[in-house]
């Protein structure tokens, strides 16, 4: 089993740069884990999510696999996994019990792994280290659950076609199917405000607006350095 020293020095040669996705089809499983830690702690689960992440991206059935920091919360970060079907991801978690056992001390919150199904999902690009990560929970009310798939979905095509767009991919959780995560990678924060304000944009955000069952919730994060 490599030492964490080694983990972390591998972690390092890669520094700023996200790893290319492998492909994808009708199969693969999505992952969505947001994980909080106290802010005492940030440091040593910043290690711990450093070995995550390079022991990850060696599995042969991992075809993406990011931790993220967020920005505006540094003690908060995201994992976004892709692995090839649902087998390979749940042979991935109990891989990592001993990661997960050393984890909770840090933890201030429960470790909040959300597994998801691919509504509509491009190849995307290889993200710079000036990358913004955007992680957006779409809640949609039941009763307008089709509606509101519909609306989320389109807004797939003309977002990756925007300059700085690296990917956009529309999910869909697999315990609660009127809950939708959108994962967006730009190019640098210039971009994704320009696409904030694209009129597909606020086309969408007004629609949503009827039909939402809570804030649309966006979260911005930068790669794990």
Do not use: C
């Not at 020095?9 to 830690?37: C, H, K, M, W």
């Not at 996994?81 to 749940?90: N, T």
């Not at 509606?147 to 076609?161: E, F, V």
Request: overall charge positive; hydrophobic content about 40%.
């Amino acid at each position: 089993m490599p030492s964490a020293r080694i983990l972390l020095g591998v972690a390092l040669l890669s520094f700023g740069f996200a790893p290319a996705a492998r492909a994808q089809d009708a199969n693969s499983a999505f992952v969505v884990t947001y994980i909080e830690v106290a802010p005492a702690t940030k440091s040593d689960a910043v290690g711990l999510l450093r070995e995550l992440g390079v022991a990850s991206r060696k599995d042969p059935s991992s075809l993406r696999f990011e931790v993220v920091q967020r920005i505006d919360r540094p003690n908060h970060f995201a994992v976004l996994e892709v692995w090839k079907d649902q087998k390979a991801q749940e042979a991935h978690v109990a891989a990592t019990k001993e990661f997960r056992e050393r984890l909770q001390p840090l933890l201030s919150a429960p470790y909040d792994e959300r597994p998801h199904g691919a509504l509509a999902v491009g190849p995307g690009g290889t993200a710079g280290k000036n990358a913004i990560y955007a992680v957006t929970h779409v809640d949609i009310i039941p009763p307008k659950k089709e509606d509101g798939i519909a609306i989320t979905k389109q807004l797939a095509d003309p977002s990756r076609k925007e300059s700085g767009s690296f990917r956009y991919d529309v999910l869909q959780q697999s315990s609660r199917p009127n809950h939708m995560t959108l994962v967006e990678v730009w190019s640098g924060q210039k971009a994704l405000e320009k696409h904030e304000t694209s009129a597909h944009i606020k086309k969408y955000r007004a629609a949503l607006l009827a039909m939402s069952g809570s804030l649309y919730d966006q979260r911005l994060y930068k790669a794990l350095r």
